[in-house]
């Protein structure tokens, strides 16, 4: 059993910046690979960002790219999010999601095993 907490959500205008984190209780955290999803309301979840475990490679999804960074400190157990150009359409709950699979298998939410309840970002125009 993998238990998630995020941290970090907020209100912040647009252009602003906010770093989000997860933190995950186990001692095999290095053996998941992680990733971001959010939902905004009346809309699907969607996934946002995700890294593999011992290598940490790196994906986002298309509208993320060069504005979110995904990262995750293994010795602290804890997963990052750092979101920069923020825009009103980034508004949503953010949500972090842990896979049994030491590698990212897909970017479909069926693909992880373990999920946290959410932090609220929301985004002024």
């Known amino acids: 059993q993998v238990q998630l907490v995020e941290s970090g959500g907020g209100l912040v205008q647009a252009g602003g910046s906010l770093r989000l984190s997860c933190a995950a209780s186990g001692r095999t955290f290095i053996g998941y690979s992680m990733a971001w999803f959010r939902q905004a309301p009346g809309k699907e979840r969607e996934f946002v960002s995700g890294?593999?475990?011992?290598?940490?490679?790196?994906y986002y999804a298309d509208s993320m790219k060069g504005r979110f960074t995904i990262s995750r400190d293994n010795a602290k157990n804890t997963l990052y999010l750092q979101m920069n150009s923020l825009k009103p359409e980034d508004t949503a709950v953010y949500s972090c999601a842990a896979s049994t699979s030491n590698t990212i298998r897909g970017i479909s939410q069926y693909e992880f095993d373990y999920w946290g309840q959410g932090t609220q970002v929301t985004v002024s125009s």
């Open positions: 890294i593999s475990g011992i290598y940490s490679h790196t």
